[in-house]
């Protein structure tokens, strides 16, 4: 099992920047990949972005260039860098991890973009 709490989430006016926090423990293996997705309300769940354990990265085509993930292999945190937000990046963001252990997620933290 692997247990995933994440922090940072809040309201933010359109054009500001949010920085999420994903911190991971339990039965952690050292090949894994942590990343983020989001669901806005009536629509479906969509990868933010994901970084694997040698810090190789991919990013949804709605954040390239606005968003950075990033990881801390001695915290086994994950952080997500949010900047120039839109009042379309309002939604519930998930931190999940992915590994040996199988696929585990966050409760997930709100993000509110104001227009």
């Known amino acids: 099992q692997v247990q995933l709490v994440e922090s940072g989430g809040g309201l933010v006016q359109a054009g500001g920047s949010l920085r999420l926090s994903c911190v991971a423990s339990?039965?952690?293996?050292?090949?894994?990949?942590m990343g983020w997705y989001r669901r806005a309300p009536g629509k479906q769940r969509e990868l933010v972005a994901i970084?694997?354990?040698?810090?190789?990265?991919q990013y949804g085509d709605s954040v390239k260039g606005r968003f950075t993930i990033s990881r801390d292999h001695a915290k086994d945190t994950v952080y997500l860098q949010m900047n120039n937000l839109k009042p379309e990046d309002t939604a519930v963001y998930y931190c999940n991890w992915f590994g040996r252990a199988g696929s585990f997620w966050g409760r997930g933290t709100q993000v509110t973009v104001s227009s």
């Open positions: 339990g039965s952690i293996f050292s090949i894994n990949a």
């Open positions: 970084v694997s354990s040698g810090d190789t990265t």
